[in-house]
């Protein structure tokens, strides 16, 4: 698998490079999620004949997350 790489943009921007991306062939396996503000959860996946690399992609996109938050709070402190 390729690394983990974070969209630094305005999150518009971010949104549709991946959308572009998604509509130019170039992603072979994803997923988007989001929540409304009414507080409805929402998601679309890409590919899901391969669930179990959106699977991997959700686990280590989560690993990151949390080593996020985690920097975020010792920042904090």
Known sequence: M???I???QS???AAQEFADLVAGG???QGMACYRKEDGSVHFCI???AHLSYI???MERTKL???D???DYEEDQE
């Open 64 to 66: 990151y997350l949390m």
């Open 11 to 13: 999150e518009a921007d």
């Open 26 to 28: 170039k992603v072979t």
């Open 46 to 48: 890409i590919n899901p």
């Open 68 to 70: 996020l938050a985690a």
């Open 6 to 8: 974070r969209l630094n």
């Open 2 to 4: 390729g690394k983990l």
């Open 55 to 57: 699977i991997g992609l």
